[in-house]
């Protein structure tokens, strides 16, 4: 069996760090959440804060996070920062892709012994 064109892309090694970067982005449920808030609009900082009910300080973390992946853009609008998504048809798609795929393999991911609800919550205790 010949590696394709396709295969190359798959194969590349930068290629899939960049992916395991990109996915650790989206390892978050905050960040997941506050991804699905941007993709309603632009918010500003203290609109999240109160969406979440989490800390300023919190959603300004998971905010440069995303930022510094190249998810979302900041600007300037008097004393506040107002976000939005960098790409958002490309987030868009791909989080429908993971609702998807989340759909046809039920719990098996939130079961997954190594990466599953119980895991991230031992690794949490853990720390």
């Known amino acids: 069996m010949t ?9 590349d090694e930068t290629a899939l760090d960049a992916a395991a970067c990109l996915f650790r982005g989206f390892g978050d449920p ?4 506050i991804l699905r808030h941007l993709a309603l609009g632009e918010h500003r900082v203290v609109d999240l804060t109160e969406h979440l009910g989490l800390a300023q300080s919190t959603v300004s973390q998971h905010l440069a ?9 900041s600007r300037r609008e008097g004393r506040a920062s107002v976000f939005t998504l960098a790409h958002p048809e490309a987030l868009t798609d791909l989080l429908g892709a993971a609702e ?28």
Do not use: F, Q
């Open 100 to 127: 998807r795929l989340l759909a046809r393999t039920g719990d098996a991911v939130t079961l997954c012994p190594a990466s599953g609800a119980a895991a991230t919550h031992a690794g949490a205790t853990a720390s």
């Open 30 to 33: 905050s960040r997941l959440t």
């Open 65 to 73: 996070c995303l930022r510094d992946c190249g998810l979302v853009r």
């Open 3 to 11: 590696a394709g064109p396709r295969d190359a892309v798959l194969l």
